[in-house]
Structures are given as structure tokens and as C-alpha cells.
């Protein structure tokens, strides 16, 4: 790629080969604002993972993201050091890493425990011989194709299936995350199967749901109740 159409790129891989979910790697902070508005403002579901967010925003993005509310998860190498995701199919070096592990550590996020993923990398031809080194040192060798190769499905765009709805509400309430599944299931008949990850931290739970079900379910708990307690909400949505 060129420089100028690296993050036009990013939305190209994505709605080539369309994954569910994917971790795109940045080397600047920079990097991953600007990719992030391109990717939103094409109608993906993105946010920034870097050392700029506080704690409390970033366990918030990686909950949206674990649970699959969000299709592209845009970040640095050292805000996503030690990540582990379930299914991610895909992640994207959209900077070239400037070392072996780095590159490693990247590629190795995905296609774990017997899984299937995508690892692409996007590189322009100043950038061929740092490739080089990383692939000889790595001890492994990649397929490049152009970026013309790349075509577009011509469908929507790609959406997560999830969407987190946030109760104002956890442990300090001494809320459990099947309270919440009880109160979705048994009290106001959605299907488990509609239902997602519960996480439940000290001063909220975040509850994944099926997208197309999300305003209902914000309608139905609005009036409802939570171990016998009304709650306020709150739909995240990137």
C-alpha cells in the first residue's frame, strides 16, 4: 500500500473478507484515533484501545469487545499486551511492527486453540526490507497480494451482532449475572439464545444482546426490575 490509502485499506480488508471480529494494531496512538474515525464513519462499529484511555474506559471498550458488540477494535502494542479473545478472526497490522516479537505477539491474538484466523499485514514498498528481517528472523513466510485485488461485496456495512445495553448497577448491589439472565429469560420472555455475555463489575453490568433486539430489550428493562430493584440504562453504541 501507499501511505496515503493504509487506513482506506483497513475498510477494504474488512469488507473483503468481512470477519466478525478484529483487532487492528497501530504503532501511535495517533494512528489509532485517525483509523478509528475512517472505520466509524463508514459505518463500522470501532473504538481505540492506547495508554491515553483510563481504566475504567478501557475495561470498558475490551468488555464491548469480548463480547462481540463491537467489530473492530483498533490499539497499540502496549495497551493490548496480554489480550486473549475468544474467536477473534481476524487482526490487522496496519503499521509494520519494528520487531520479530512484536510482529509475533500480533499475529499470535488470533487462531488460537485449534481456531482459524487472519493475520494481514500491510506494508508499502519502503517497508519491504523491515518485512523481510521479521519474516527471516520469524522463521516463516507471507503471501502479498495488491491492494487492487482487494473488492468490495457490495452488502451493508459490516455490523457487530451484538450491542451492549450498561445497568447502572454491579457487585457494590450485589447484582449477579443470573439476576440479570433471570430477569431477560424468565421475566421478560427473550430467548437465552438472544442473550450474550454478562459481565458484572463493582458499579455496573454490561449485558450483550442481539443487535436487532437491543431497543426492545431497553424498552422492557426500562420498566422492569433486577432482583426485585428498578434500574437506569444506558445503550452503548460506537
Known amino acids: 500500500v501507499r501511505d496515503d490509502e493504509r487506513l482506506h485499506a483497513v475498510s477494504l480488508l474488512l469488507n473483503h473478507y468481512r470477519p466478525v471480529s478484529t483487532l487492528a494494531f497501530c504503532n501511535t496512538k495517533v494512528q489509532c484515533r485517525d483509523l478509528v474515525q475512517v472505520l466509524r464513519a463508514q459505518g463500522f462499529a470501532a473504538l481505540e484501545l492506547h495508554g491515553d484511555l483510563d481504566q475504567r474506559d478501557r475495561d470498558q471498550v475490551m468488555v464491548r469487545f469480548a463480547n462481540r458488540s463491537l467489530s473492530v477494535l483498533v490499539a497499540t ?16 497490522n496496519v503499521d509494520v511492527s519494528d520487531e520479530v516479537a512484536t510482529h509475533t ?7 488460537r486453540v485449534d481456531e482459524e484466523g487472519w493475520a494481514f499485514t500491510l506494508a508499502s514498498m519502503d517497508e519491504m526490507g523491515r518485512v523481510g528481517q521479521i519474516e527471516q528472523l520469524g522463521g516463516f513466510s507471507s503471501e502479498w497480494h495488491k491492494l487492487s485485488e482487494l473488492t468490495d461485496t457490495g452488502t451493508a456495512p459490516l455490523r457487530a451482532p451484538m450491542q451492549t445495553i450498561q445497568i447502572l448497577g454491579g457487585r457494590k448491589e450485589k447484582i449477579r449475572p443470573g439476576d ?3 430477569a431477560l429469560t424468565k421475566d421478560l420472555g427473550f430467548a ?18 442481539e443487535r436487532d433486539i437491543a431497543a426492545q430489550v ?3 428493562l426500562a420498566t422492569g426490575k433486577v432482583k426485585g430493584r428498578s434500574v437506569k440504562l444506558r445503550l452503548l453504541d460506537s
Open 77 to 92: 502494542d502496549i495497551a493490548a499486551r496480554g489480550l486473549d479473545i475468544a474467536q477473534l478472526e481476524a487482526v490487522i
Open 105 to 111: 505477539h500480533r499475529i499470535g491474538r488470533t487462531g
Open 180 to 182: 440479570v439472565l433471570g
Open 192 to 209: 437465552g439464545a438472544q442473550i450474550g455475555k454478562i459481565n458484572v463489575n463493582e458499579f455496573s453490568t454490561y449485558v450483550a444482546v
Open 218 to 220: 431497553m424498552k422492557k
